[in-house]
């Protein structure tokens, strides 16, 4: 019940998401209509469109996505033409005559009719317009959609959502038809006031179209909900991301059952596993701070495995080539990761555990119960007492020796983190889901072809793309040889998480402020810069001995089509 409470508010705030503002000079061009032939109908026909689209993305996945954008020109295509009616009736009526022949009678009155049919459609459209506007509390919503797949909880939750940005929305257009009429009994001038907001529809359409909705309406803070939804979700999780330090009963551990396979050992259960202490680290093969805390997990089960721990990796992937089960088993060998390892390529397990973080530990005591968490990297010497604690618990006679934590030498990517003082760049994410800093945004083209050019000296966080690049939601593929990427950081090590979707060595050269990295060469790049993408991972391109300068990080990919996901900083 809280979870449908908590959609229904994220619904209410949709109101003040700046992707939304720009359609609301749509309804406020229908205000001066029936509220109950117009208004009213226009919330169900939005209301029923993102319902559906949501459902269908539990069911059918990514394609969805592809088509909800179409539906998006649609819906822009309305809404143009109720702009020109409004601005020009006679001229919009003779230039939209063929439309008109073809059925689109309904879209040319769109903007005067109280028909419902009409009101139905606009509100549709609405719909499309503002599906893609996903706030923390959307994200949470259509996450679990996806993971629970088609049933009434979904329906449910969704329903629930459109409820709630219908209340705002209503009572948007209920305040804007008083609004409207008092203005109209004041200047005596309707003609003028349909001329004024057919140019805001207008103005709105172009806004949506070129991406001004995200792009300039996000830089001001008063107009984004999303530290307002993710209070909401923090205060509504009962603390569970809240860390511990000391062990503390937080009921039993959740099902194993989700995983699609199991690597080093056989399928494991919470009831097989009755009577023994269990580490669960939820990782990702291209998470440098899952890479980073895997020497101490190794180290861990290796030592205590013979006391009674078993250690648990729940692989949970955040990129979609990590969801292939061999690029897993080819990650856990080159590892060298001895423990049993669940494939949770859908979410399952890390759903049941409500898990938002990688990487993220959990201990279970001899009775099934969790008893300890820790999300993210270091307090490896408090993680291991409480092993300790749990496992004398089991077993009174137990004999521990001191803790290896102090002790573990990082193999490979397993070093410590850089200082955090040092590190001025946050995870950046190339795709345009959740893209940020991306210097060519004005250009910006999704999903298609598009020569892009570095513009001007890059600020400290920004990055730029060069040549020909298609970027999609949650990546950029190169389209030419000698593609660049180029990017401003202050961070002691650079990574980036790039694959190679042909399957052939993709071969590129490594510039840090215009010249060979030399002695700041990240173990896959030599003193020359010179490195190659031979599978889908996270390559360490840059380590210096310090990160106190800001440095231009380049990256030439010598030959094409190489995919390059998100940079990551130690």
């Known amino acids: ?307 009674g721990l078993v250690v648990i990796g729940v692989h949970a992937p955040e990129f979609a080539f990590e969801r292939l089960t061999a690029n897993v088993e080819t990650a856990v060998k080159d590892l060298g990761i001895k423990y049993p390892v669940a494939v949770d390529s859908k979410l399952n397990i890390w759903n049941a555990f409500k898990n938002q973080y990688w990487p993220a530990h959990y201990l279970i005591d001899a009775k099934g119960h969790i008893q300890y968490h820790h999300f993210g990297e270091g307090q490896y010497e408090d993680t291991e007492h409480m092993i300790q604690k749990l496992l004398k618990e089991a077993n009174p006679n137990a004999v521990l020796e001191d803790v290896v934590a102090s002790t573990v030498v990082g193999k490979g990517l397993g070093q410590k983190a850089g200082r955090i003082k040092d590190i001025a760049n946050p995870e950046t994410y190339l795709g345009y889901e959740r893209q940020e800093n991306f210097a060519s945004a004005a250009s910006l083209l999704k999903d298609a072809p598009q020569e892009y050019k570095t513009p001007g000296p890059l600020k400290l966080k920004q990055w730029a ?23 401003r950081f202050k961070a002691r090590d650079l990574h980036l998480v790039l694959a190679n979707p042909e399957g052939k060595p993709v071969r590129f050269r490594v510039r840090l402020d215009g010249k060979a990295p030399a002695a700041s060469h990240g173990q896959d790049i030599d003193a020359a810069g010179i490195g190659t993408v031979n599978s889908e991972r996270l390559y360490q391109l840059i380590r210096q001995e310090n990160g106190q300068e800001e440095h231009l990080f380049e990256i030439e990919f010598l030959d094409p089509a190489v995919e390059a996901f998100a940079f990551t900083f130690g």
């Open 465 to 487: 793309l060069e040549g020909s690049w298609i970027v999609s939601p949650e990546m950029v593929q190169s389209q030419v040889v000698g593609a660049k990427i180029s990017l």
């Open 1 to 307: 019940m809280l979870l449908f409470v908590l959609a229904y508010l994220g619904g209410v705030l949709t109101i003040f998401s700046p992707c939304v503002l720009p359609v609301i000079p749509f309804l406020f061009s229908r205000s001066h209509l029936s509220f109950k032939k117009s208004g009213l109908p226009t919330l169900v026909g939005m209301g029923l469109s993102f319902t559906l689209f949501g459902v269908l993305s539990a069911a059918g996945g990514n394609w969805v996505i592809h088509v909800n954008q179409y539906g998006r020109y649609f819906a822009m295509l309305v809404f143009a033409i109720v702009g020109l009616t409004l601005l020009f009736p006679l001229f919009a009526q003779r230039l939209l005559q063929p439309i008109v022949n073809l059925g689109g009678r309904l879209q040319q009155r769109a903007a005067g009719s109280d028909s419902i049919a009409s009101s139905l459609l606009v509100g549709a459209s609405v719909g499309l317009l503002w599906a893609p506007c996903a706030g923390p509390i959307l994200g949470l919503v259509l996450a679990g959609a996806a993971l629970g797949g088609l049933s009434q909880n979904t329906f449910g939750l969704l329903g629930a959502f459109a409820l709630g940005a219908a209340t705002s929305l209503g009572i948007a257009i209920l305040a804007s038809g008083k609004v409207m009429s008092t203005i109209k009994k004041g200047l005596g001038a309707e003609e003028w006031l349909k001329k004024v907001l057919g140019v805001l529809v207008l103005v709105s359409v172009l806004a949506i179209a070129l991406g001004w909705d995200t792009k300039l309406l996000s830089k001001f803070s008063y107009l984004n909900t999303n530290s307002i939804e993710q209070t909401l979700i923090d205060f509504t999780s009962n603390g569970s991301s809240k860390q511990t330090h000391e062990l503390k009963d937080e009921g039993p551990m959740p099902s194993l059952d989700g995983a699609i396979t199991w690597l080093n050992s056989p399928a494991l259960s919470a009831e097989s596993l009755k009577g023994k202490v269990v580490l669960i680290d939820f990782w990702t093969y291209s998470c440098i701070n899952c890479l980073r805390a895997l020497p101490y997990v190794q180290a861990w089960s290796d030592k205590y495995a013979s006391q």
